[in-house]
């Protein structure tokens, strides 16, 4: 806990695990616990039972409206399946597939220890995550000793695609007899039907889960209303099964409400249960009660000081300690009754209700919990609570920060979601250092139209900015501007003084000045220059910790040696830049391909082609990174790996890789000597006479869709998922089978394994 109390968080700390596998950041302790079963609560044996008999089967889906019951029901089953079960609670921010295999990872983990390499995986910016993470969690559990179940609570949190795909194809690779249950409020996005077919699925949905006379008569007997109650039958009738809708109208009896008016049902779909929780629930409560449950309701999780700073009060944890004992559908999140949330539904509902009684004090309490969260070293939950509050101002300060620590532990999409935000409140403009970060981010994933819409939006803020951070601004800018190269390599060498000159001591942007200075130069054919400041950007990346950096300006050096024929140094370069790569998880980063390809290059120069090989495999499923947008990155790595091709008589492949590199000089023709290089290159294999194409010769186009093949996901899915037609996904495929010497798309999936072209 800290000063106040945190949230049950997992923080990584230097030698914790004693060597295993580390999440690259940050959990929440309370969604990986099995929620804790109140004493009294009712045993839902028959359905416990009917899942239990469904021995092995690898997917069980519990489907059903809020308040069915379905977290008690898979508890229950859980807790009867022994202590191979792991459980994640699921919210709006796992809609990051590697945010969401982190915590299936951990889970795993905490059964019984899982490779660390899932981990060093999930922590790689870019990485694939169903031709890599999905596979590598898939092989951790076929690995253990013993079957596992794992658990997904809540699964309508997740709303994107990937995520949902990523479980579809977790499901699909189980091993014979581990288990994965998911409880949804709606039927979610998977491959059921497939499963369904072949006998791979057990279904509960809400016909099964309502609850019998009997049942519901226990429920309410344990709830305080006794059985010979005269309002007991009419309760039952009225409720038609639905647990929750019982056991709000007993608590309502208890605290002097009167029974369901006759004809009026509450069943799970009814808007009825809203106004009969005001008038029969809240309307029975002392009125700081009813404050406290309705403000409180912005939370999503609960502490006693977290509630004191939101209610700006105190003795909260006493109020909260009082409604568990009163069986008020509060969930206790950890043994020590610290941290609690509200059932779902109750929480929806009390928020409708403050929305009613008190709309102008919402922003104000997710004000309040942001400063809470900001305090206690959680800017992640105080992001989503400035923007709950309207306090762009807030967001813009917490962003700035988090998101490039989000992207550095793998979670790009969590940081872009964050970006996103300011786009859709049309905010880009008035935040310059938010709109900078947002292009270099899009330019990084080698997305030019959002790096130019950035960009341009960057500008625009500078232009506005105040005078107290247009210093700031202006270098920021210049970094921008020469890492884009948009006007040529000497435009470029300017921007990059600009900076260098001006950055602050100890300024994060004094490397990257100083690296782009120097790769100015290396553009230019300006050898000495160019290693000179090559080394000194080695020198403070590596003390700063900015290991892309550090990787690719060793790449760069191992680039001069070669151009000056010192093949010694340019492959001890090399291998020092790998190792970087290696260390830092960077295997899917833009800057990676010119390591592998430099690496590649100087294994030929030692006669290890099959070291080659396996660099070339890993450059090219990164091909599609290299655009336009960083053409000082694209072109050069291009190069490499047309050359690396050309040694071993692949002009396919040389040929793919020359053509890509003239696209980006059709659109940045003034990088220095490069467009010579690539003509004379050009000019030598045009001499060459053609051959068979193989899978160096792979578009873009087919590389962006290849790790899809080899996923459960139709034509027509991949399309969707692509925003291309099916025919066009089709005509991709078949030009991919015919390149890797395949009849049908299993077969191209198995060459591609062999040779290494999915990913890492």
Not at 119 to 130: D, T, Y
Not at 532 to 558: K, N, P
Request: proline content about 6%; hydrophobic content about 45%.
């Amino acid at each position: 806990m800290g000063v106040n109390g945190q949230q049950g968080a997992v923080p990584v700390l230097e030698g914790d695990r004693r060597g295993r596998g580390q999440p690259s950041f940050t959990l929440v302790e309370s969604k990986l616990r099995v929620p804790w079963v109140r004493p009294g609560i009712l045993p839902r044996q028959r359905l416990v039972e009917r899942l239990l008999g469904a021995g092995s089967v690898p997917l069980v889906c519990v489907v059903a409206p809020a308040g069915y019951g379905k977290t008690t029901l898979l508890t229950q089953w859980g807790r009867s399946k022994g202590d191979r079960v792991g459980w994640i609670s699921l919210d709006s921010r796992d809609n990051d597939p590697v945010v969401l295999l982190t915590y299936l990872a951990v889970a795993l983990d905490r059964i019984e220890p899982v490779d660390p390499g899932v981990f060093r995986a999930l922590a790689s910016p870019g990485v694939s995550v169903l031709t890599a993470a999905v596979p590598r969690l898939a092989s951790a559990v076929a690995a253990m000793s013993e079957p596992v179940s794992l658990v997904l609570d809540q699964v309508e949190s997740l709303d994107d695609q990937r995520c949902l795909d990523a479980v579809a194809e977790l499901a699909l690779a189980l091993p014979a007899g581990s288990q994965l249950a998911l409880a949804a409020r709606r039927p979610p996005a998977l491959p059921v039907a497939l499963l369904r077919a072949s006998g791979q699925v057990v279904e509960v949905g809400p016909a099964e889960l309502a609850m019998d006379d009997r049942e519901a008569t226990a429920l309410l007997e344990e709830a305080g209303v006794g059985p010979s109650d005269p309002e007991v039958p009419e309760l039952v009738k009225r409720a038609e099964g639905w647990p929750v809708g019982l056991y709000l109208a007993a608590l309502a009896l208890q605290a002097g409400g009167a029974r369901p008016s006759a004809g009026a049902g509450f069943s799970g779909e009814d808007r009825f249960m809203a106004d009969y929780l005001r008038s029969e629930l809240l309307a029975q409560l002392p009125t700081e009660r009813v404050a406290f449950l309705t403000r409180t309701a912005v939370l999503e999780r609960m502490c006693g000081p977290l509630c004191d700073a939101v209610l700006a009060g105190t003795g909260s944890g006493a109020v909260l300690g009082a409604m568990e004992d009163a069986n008020l559908l509060l969930v206790p999140l950890d043994h020590r009754r610290r941290w609690y949330r509200y059932h779902q539904l109750l929480r929806e509902l009390l928020l409708a209700e403050l929305e009613r009684r008190e709309p102008e004090l919402i922003p104000q309490l997710h004000t309040r919990a942001a400063a809470w969260y900001e305090a206690n070293d959680q800017p992640e939950a105080a992001i989503d609570h400035a923007k709950a509050a309207g306090d762009p101002d807030q967001v813009a300060r917490l962003v700035s920060e988090a998101a490039p620590r989000a992207y550095a532990s793998g979670r790009r999409d969590t940081a872009i979601w964050w970006y996103d935000w300011f786009e859709d409140q049309g905010l880009m403009e008035r935040y310059p250092t938010i709109a900078i970060q947002g292009a270099m981010r899009h330019a990084l994933l080698g997305q030019p139209a959002g790096a130019e819409r950035w960009t341009a939006a960057a500008e625009r803020a500078a232009a506005s900015a105040t005078p107290t951070e247009r210093r700031t601004v202006e270098v920021w800018l210049a970094v921008l501007h020469a890492s884009l190269c948009r006007h040529g390599i000497e435009r470029m060498r300017a921007d990059a003084r600009f900076a260098r000159e001006r950055v602050g001591p100890g300024s994060a942007l004094a490397g990257p000045a100083l690296h782009l200075e120097g790769a100015s130069y290396l553009l230019a054919g300006d050898l000495d220059r160019a290693d000179a400041l090559l080394a000194g950007s080695v020198a403070v990346a590596t003390e700063d910790r900015e290991l892309h950096a550090a990787s690719y300006a060793l790449a760069q050096r191992s680039l001069v040696a070669i151009r000056r024929e010192d093949w010694d140094a340019a492959g001890g370069f090399a291998e020092r830049a790998l190792t970087v790569v290696r260390d830092g998880q960077l295997d899917n980063y833009v800057t990676s391909p010119l390591v592998y390809a430099v690496a590649a290059r100087t294994a030929l120069q030692h006669g290890d082609v099959a070291g080659a090989r396996a660099h070339l495999a890993r450059a090219a499923p990164l091909r599609p990174l290299l655009t336009y947008v960083y053409p000082t990155y694209a072109v050069p790595a291009l190069l490499e790996l047309a050359h690396a091709y050309v040694a071993l008589d692949d002009v396919a492949g040389a040929r793919a890789a020359l053509r890509q590199a003239g696209d980006v000089l059709r659109l940045r023709p003034d990088l220095g000597t490069l467009p010579a290089q690539v003509q004379e290159l050009g000019s030598r294999l045009d001499r060459v006479p053609a051959a068979a194409p193989g899978s160096s010769s792979l578009t873009t186009a087919e590389l962006r869709l290849l790790p899809l093949l080899a996923t459960h996901l139709s034509f027509t899915e991949i399309g969707q998922r692509l925003f291309l037609s099916k025919h066009t996904i089709k005509t991709q495929a078949i030009s991919i089978y015919r390149k890797l010497g395949a009849s049908s798309r299993s077969e191209a999936v198995q060459r591609v394994q062999e040779v290494g072209l999915l990913g890492s």
